[in-house]
């Protein structure tokens, strides 16, 4: 195919892109040239900005367009309104936050969360929301040639968020390991190449619609996450397992002090078991776990401020020993 990519090489732009030239697919990068501008020298691209600098990628065609970098729906819907007539098919990186809330495992049906002033643009305090009405910009000009994927935690190489990375990393320095709620607590996220190779895929045949993306199938739980990331590290960790009432008690902080834990509460408590059947309906794979922990070791570091320090760490443990 030829596939127009907007955003720059960087996480999952940069897996779309090499899952893109393995395939043999020509590629053509639209982004302002500030993310990794040196890599990917002979890949076409096409500076410009999203807001208010889309002249470059008139009078051009592709076969698909994969939207990476979509977050404000006046923009998107610029771009779609663009594209209307140059690409075959609009597949737009949308979000699992996009529904509102999580009592039950959450299908394409079900509810999406709203803003009540949808012209607001404040995408940190309305992420979701936004993102819903991002899919529906394009959906408004393309119909059913637009396919919004609903990506769940993305993880593996390059990742710089550290909201997984943190987990190899800190399995591989061993030792007593606190790790949050039972070991048979499901977890879900999805490998950035298994995501990519998905996206293309989509964009090749489709189908149109939302789909939800994450995995891996078949389940995973916290428990053999752990397990995986001692095996392939070879580490000497142990774990102790920390219930939930206790990490709030001690106002531990969701997701990002302790990573891929979210409190269950009312309208959370299902969080990370989305079913994503339509998703492997279409055609999205899972590479094992060890390769996405082997990987995601060799080539992301983990981040300042995401996960909980050594010494939070040891003395939440201490706290709970003491009173179990």
Known sequence: MRVLLLGGPKFLGRAVIDAALARGDEVTLFNRGQTNPDEYPDVERLLGDRDGGLAPLAGRSWDAVVDTSGYVPRLVRDSAELLRDAVGRYVFVSSKSVYAGFAEPVTEASPLTMVEDETTEDVQEHYGALKALCERAVEDVFGNRATAVRAGLIVGPHDPTGRFTYWPHRIARGGEVLVPGSPDRPVQFVDVRDLA????????????????????????????????????????????????????????????????????????????????????????????????????????????????????????????????
């Open 197 to 324: 190779g998905f996206l293309l895929l989509v964009a090749e045949r489709g189908p149109g619609g939302p789909v939800t993306a994450t995995g891996p199938v078949p389940a995973l739980t916290m428990g053999a996450l752990a397990n995986a990331c001692r095996a392939v590290t070879a580490s000497d960790a142990s774990f102790t397992h920390v219930d939930d009432a206790f990490l709030v008690e001690h106002e531990v902080g969701e997701w990002m002090e302790l990573p891929l834990w979210v409190a269950p509460n009312p309208g959370m408590e299902r969080f990370l078991e989305a079913d994503v059947s339509r998703a492997v309906e279409a055609g999205l794979s899972f590479r094992p776990l060890a390769e996405t922990v082997r990987d995601t070791l060799a080539h992301a570091q983990t981040v300042e401020g995401v996960g909980v320090t050594p010494e939070r760490e040891a003395d939440l443990l201490r706290e709970w020993h003491e009173r179990t």
